[in-house]
Nanobody, 117 residues
Framework: VQLQASGGGLVQAGGSLRLSCAAS????????MGWFRQAPGKQRELVAG???????AYADSVKGRFTISRENAKNTMYLQMNSLKPEDTAVYYC????????????WGQGTQVTVSS
């Protein structure tokens, strides 16, 4: 399975961004998918996950601001990020092959999200 993430960038606090992750490969649509992020000097952490059937999970820090979704027919996952805060600044990675909150072995290349205050 290969993952291609896109949509990062620089935005002011309070703004919005939408990340996309396109998956290719055998049975990609049957896996749970998720977004993880890593800020400088910090460990990589779960942002949000979604099962193929649509069940979702979010980190407490993003609940109510971020929305994860997927289009199984297109093998594509999205992360709509609203009300962005400077502490959301990180490299965001898409992942698949694991469970709802646990990453699998397939990682995308990462996309930088920078939120200025």
């Amino acid at each position: 399975v290969q993952l291609q993430a896109s949509g990062g960038g620089l935005v002011q606090a309070g703004g919005s961004l939408r990340l996309s992750c396109a998956a290719s490969g055998h049975t990609a649509s049957s896996y749970a998918m998720g977004w993880f992020r890593q800020a400088p000097g910090k460990q990589r952490e779960l942002v949000a996950g979604i099962r193929s059937g649509g069940a979702t999970a979010y980190a407490d820090s993003v609940k109510g601001r971020f929305t994860i979704s997927r289009e199984n027919a297109k093998n594509t996952m999205y992360l709509q990020m609203n009300s962005l805060k400077p502490e959301d600044t990180a490299v965001y990675y898409c992942n698949t092959g694991g469970l709802l909150r646990t990453p699998g072995r397939y990682w995308g290349q990462g996309t930088q999200v920078t939120v200025s205050s």
